[in-house]
C-alpha cells in the first residue's frame, strides 16, 4: 500500500469515527444522559461540533427539513465511504 494512499486512508476512517461520536454525543445529550455543564463534557462536545459541523452545513443545506431527524451525518459518512473506495481503486 502507497504511504500516501495509506495515510489518506487513515485521515478519512479517523473522520468517520469523529462524526459517529459526535451523533452519538449530540444523542445521549438530546436524551439527557449526559450534562453539558459539565466541563469536559462541553469541552469533547465542542471540539466535535467544530470538526463535524463545516462538513455536515453544506449536506443540512442540500438535503429537504425532515423535521426532527438529521441524516447529514449518515450522507456525509457515506460519501466518506466512497471516497475511501474510490482512493482505493486510483492507487491500486
Known amino acids: 500500500m502507497n504511504p500516501v494512499h495509506w495515510l ?15 451523533v452519538v454525543l449530540s444523542w445521549l445529550i438530546a436524551f439527557n444522559v449526559i450534562n ?3 466541563s469536559f463534557v ?20 442540500i ?3 425532515l423535521g426532527g431527524i438529521d441524516i447529514s451525518p449518515l450522507v456525509l459518512i457515506l460519501l466518506l465511504i466512497f471516497a475511501r473506495r474510490l482512493l482505493a481503486q486510483l492507487f491500486a
Open 42 to 61: 462541553h469541552q469533547i462536545g465542542d471540539f466535535l461540533n467544530r470538526a463535524t459541523e463545516p462538513a455536515l452545513r453544506p449536506i443540512r443545506n
Open 36 to 38: 453539558t455543564r459539565n
Open 63 to 65: 438535503l429537504p427539513n
Open 8 to 22: 489518506i486512508d487513515t485521515v478519512i476512517e479517523l473522520y468517520i469515527w469523529v462524526v459517529i461520536a459526535s
